[in-house]
């Protein structure tokens, strides 16, 4: 089964940090990878996508097939970055997305 | 403009009850997902479908089920609803491979 691993459940860095928010997958092919964002009471909206190779306010992510990570990464974080980020992958099921368990960005001031 | 609606927002029921939640798109996606969203477990496929008639489960599937007789409405039944299904659900749809999947603003379901 296709599985998405964040290991962190909870990050927190002051305005101005680096920020890097982890994330693995276990498709062997080659998957397709999403970063989505839900801002508080919001819904779940796409962030940047690997086929893309864009960067979207300020973050990128990077597919490494050899540790088959796809890490959100931006340099400077700002307090409206708070927010809970999903990694999810699509594979060879279909078009079904899988999700990770998230990961809480909290930017202090 | 194309949108995903879902409907109620918020609902309470009670142990035992059957519930139906709405999910209802406007983009002609074939493709149509229903999650649920718990803390420390992140979004977890519930059912999903690839186009009209089809439906297949996902991850956790035991007590609800779909049915899909059009394009456009993916509508999610909790057979006998249970506490362990309070939980804010989401439907989203996408149309195919390296697209993006569009998310329903999300029900928040109390069973009491």
């Known amino acids: 089964a296709q599985r998405v691993t964040q290991p962190e459940k909870l990050l927190s860095v002051f305005k101005g940090a680096p920020v890097e928010l982890k994330c693995n997958y276990s498709?062997?092919?080659?998957?397709?990878l999403f970063w989505y964002v839900q801002y508080s009471r919001q819904r779940l909206q796409l962030l940047l996508r690997?086929?893309s190779r864009e960067s979207i306010k300020g973050f990128t992510a990077d597919l490494n097939k050899g540790e088959t990570s796809f890490h959100l990464k931006k340099p400077f974080a700002q307090e409206e970055d708070s927010a809970m980020y999903y990694c999810?992958?699509?594979?060879?099921?279909?078009?079904?997305?899988?999700f990770g368990g998230g990961t809480r960005l909290m930017v202090k001031p | 403009d194309a949108e995903i609606t879902q409907s109620p927002r918020h609902k309470i029921t009670e142990t035992g009850r059957q519930v139906t939640l709405a999910c209802h798109q406007t983009?002609?996606?074939?493709?149509m997902f229903w999650y649920r969203q718990d803390l420390g477990h992140g979004l977890r496929l519930i059912h999903y479908?690839?186009?009209?008639?089809?439906?297949n489960k996902g991850e956790v599937s035991d007590g609800y089920s779909v049915s899909r007789s059009n394009t456009e409405d993916l509508p999610l039944t909790l057979e006998s609803a249970a506490s362990s299904q309070t939980s804010v659900y989401f439907c989203?749809?996408?149309?195919?491979?390296?697209?993006?999947?569009?998310f329903g603003q999300g029900t928040r379901l109390t069973v009491v």
């Open positions: 989203a749809s996408r149309s195919g491979a390296a697209t993006e999947a569009f």
């Open positions: 498709y062997s092919g080659s998957p397709e």
């Open positions: 690997h086929i």
């Open positions: 999810a992958q699509a594979g060879n099921a279909g078009n079904m997305l899988t």
């Open positions: 983009w002609n996606h074939n493709n």
């Open positions: 479908s690839y186009g009209v008639q089809d439906t």
